[in-house]
C-alpha cells in the first residue's frame, strides 16, 4: 500500500513538472524558471574538482560532512532502540517530521525555496523505503541489505561518473576502490548477531526481549538498530509454508507478535502481507527485484538536485545546502500521505500509535536530517563518485561497533574477526576513492568517464 502511495505520488510530481518545461522543447524540465520557462544543462558549471585548486583547499569540509554522515546514519536508531515501532508506519511519520525540521532550520539560514524537482529526490528515498519491509519478508535480512546497499551504492556512483559526468583526478584509483568498498559490505553482511539463528529456539523469546524497534531500521535500509534481539526472530506471516524452511538465509523478521501465543496461531489480517501470497521462488524473484529497485531508488535520490546544480540561469544555486529544505519537504509530505492512506484503509483506526515513541522517533529524525544535510556537504565538495561510497559503507560499521562494544550482542571470535577483517577492507577502499579525487594519476586532470575511462 505505501509503495503504491509513492509511485502515484510519483507520476503526479513528473506530471507537474514537465508543465514547467519550455515550450520550444529545449529546455530542461528540472532547470524551470519563475516565468515557467526552462533553460538549458552546463555540465561544467558545478565542478566540484574545483575544491581541489591551490587557492580553494575546501576538500576537507567534504570529507568532514561525509563523517558527520556516517556517524549520524550508524546512531540515528539509537533513540529508538528498546522501543516498538508497531509496523512503522506512524513512526515513519513521526521520523519524517524530525527530517523536515532539519530541513526547515537549514531552508530559513539560505531563505527557503520550494523547488519542484527536488521534492522528487525525497518521493525516490521514500519509495525505497517503503519497499524494505517486504524485501526482508520475501528474501531475508541478509540478503535484501547486501543487495539494496551494494545497488544503492553503485547507483549512486553510476550517476555522479557517467550521467552526470563528475570526474576525479585518478580514475584507476576510484574503480579499485569501489570493488574493494564493495567486497567490504559483503564480508559486514555475514557478521552473525547473538541469537540470529533461526527454528524452535526462536519460539521461546519473549517479547520483551526481543521488540525493540527492528521496524525503526528497516524504514532507513540501514544494518543499525537491526543488530542484536531484533535480528532474533522470524517473521510468520501467515504464510503456510513458512514454517517449513528452515536455511539460515530465511532471517525474517517479526512484527510485535505475543510471545503468549504460539506464532501460527496469531495470524490476522493486518499482519498479512501481499508479499506471503506468492510461492517460495516467485516470492524469493520478486524480492531480490525489489531489492534492485530500492537501490536505484536510494541511489538516484540526489540526481534532480544534482541537474538542478547544473541549470545555467541564476535562479538555481550550486549550493547544496539551498535545496535541502525542497528534498526534506518531498520526504514529509509523502510520508504524511502514506500516513493517510493507511487512516483510511483503517477506517481512522491506525494500529498501533504509541505516544512513548514521539519524542524519541522526532530525536531519531533529526539525527538523521543533520546525517543527510552532511551527504549534501559532502555531494558538493567531493562529487557522487566519490561520497556515495564513503557514507553508504561507513554507517554498517558504526552499528556493529555499537553492537560489539556497547551492546555486547556481536559475540564470538569469528564474527568480530571477520568484522575486524572487513573494517580493514573497507578503510583501504575509502581511502582509494577518497585519494582518487584531488590525487594526480596518469597526467590528466580532471578527466570525466567520457573522455578518458581508464587514465
Known amino acids: 500500500m505505501s509503495f503504491v502511495s509513492c509511485v502515484s505520488l510519483t507520476v503526479i510530481l513528473l506530471f507537474f513538472s514537465t508543465q514547467l518545461e519550455a515550450v520550444d522543447g529545449h529546455g530542461s524540465w528540472v532547470c524551470y524558471l519563475r516565468n515557467g520557462t526552462a533553460g538549458g544543462i552546463n555540465y561544467t558549471r558545478c565542478d566540484s574538482t574545483d575544491s581541489c585548486s591551490n587557492s580553494n583547499k575546501l ?3 567534504g570529507f568532514l560532512g561525509a563523517f558527520i554522515a ?3 546514519f550508524g546512531s540515528n536508531f539509537l533513540p529508538v532502540k528498546k522501543l516498538d515501532t508497531g509496523n512503522g508506519i506512524f513512526f515513519q511519520w513521526i521520523l519524517c517530521i524530525g527530517i523536515w525540521l532539519v530541513g526547515l532550520v537549514v531552508g530559513m539560514i539560505y531563505q527557503p525555496r520550494l523547488y519542484l524537482p527536488a521534492l522528487l529526490g525525497g518521493l ?3 519509495a525505497g523505503n517503503a519497499l524494505v519491509v517486504p524485501i526482508i519478508k520475501a528474501v531475508g535480512l541478509t540478503m535484501g541489505l547486501t543487495v539494496w546497499g ?3 551504492m553503485l547507483s549512486g556512483w553510476a ?5 552526470l559526468q563528475q570526474g576525479v583526478q585518478c580514475n584507476p584509483l576510484n574503480y579499485s576502490g569501489v570493488v574493494t568498498v564493495v567486497i567490504s559490505v559483503v564480508m559486514l553482511a555475514f557478521v552473525k548477531s547473538e ?3 533461526v527454528g524452535k529456539k526462536l519460539n521461546a523469546i519473549s517479547k520483551e526481549e526481543s521488540e525493540s524497534g527492528e521496524r525503526a531500521a528497516l524504514l532507513n535500509g540501514d544494518r543499525s538498530s537491526l543488530e542484536g534481539s531484533l535480528q532474533d526472530r522470524v517473521l510468520r506471516q501467515g504464510h503456510k509454508k513458512a514454517s517449513s524452511i528452515q ?10 507478535r505475543s510471545s503468549d501465543v504460539p506464532a501460527e496461531e496469531t495470524t490476522s489480517d493486518e499482519d498479512d502481507s501481499w508479499i506471503d501470497h506468492f510461492g517460495v521462488w516467485p516470492r524469493r524473484i520478486l524480492g531480490f527485484a525489489m531489492a534492485l529497485l530500492a537501490g536505484v531508488l536510494f541511489g538516484f535520490q540526489f540526481l534532480p538536485v544534482e541537474f538542478m546544480k547544473l541549470c545555467t540561469d541564476q535562479y538555481h544555486s550550486c549550493e547544496d545546502l539551498e535545496y535541502v529544505f525542497s528534498h526534506f519537504t518531498g520526504i514529509l509530505v509523502v510520508s504524511t500521505a502514506i500516513f493517510i492512506v493507511y487512516s483510511i484503509y483503517t477506517c481512522n483506526k491506525p494500529k498501533p500509535v504509541y505516544p512513548k515513541l514521539i519524542l524519541p522517533g522526532l530525536c531519531s529524525g533529526i539525527i538523521w536530517g543533520i546525517a543527510m544535510v552532511g551527504w549534501f556537504v559532502a555531494n558538493k565538495y567531493l562529487s557522487l563518485g566519490v561520497s556515495f561510497p564513503i557514507v553508504t559503507a561507513g554507517p554498517g560499521f558504526i552499528s556493529s561497533a555499537y553492537g560489539i562494544f556497547i551492546f555486547k550482542e556481536i559475540k564470538g571470535w569469528p564474527s568480530r574477526i571477520l568484522y575486524f577483517i572487513a573494517f580493514i577492507v573497507s578503510m583501504g ?3 582509494m576513492v577518497g585519494v582518487s579525487h584531488c590525487t594526480h594519476c596518469g597526467g590528466h586532470k580532471n578527466a570525466t568517464d567520457t573522455e578518458l575511462l581508464w587514465t
Do not use: M, Q
Not at 247 to 256: I, V
Open 159 to 163: 550517476s555522479g561518473r557517467f550521467i
Open 70 to 72: 556516517i556517524i549520524g
Open 59 to 61: 576538500e576537507p569540509l
Open 124 to 126: 525516490l528515498w521514500t
Open 195 to 197: 541469537g540470529k539463528a
Open 247 to 256: 536455511s539460515s538465509s530465511d532471517e525474517h523478521l517479526s512484527f510485535g
Open 429 to 431: 577502499g575509502l581511502v
Open 150 to 152: 551494494v545497488t544503492n
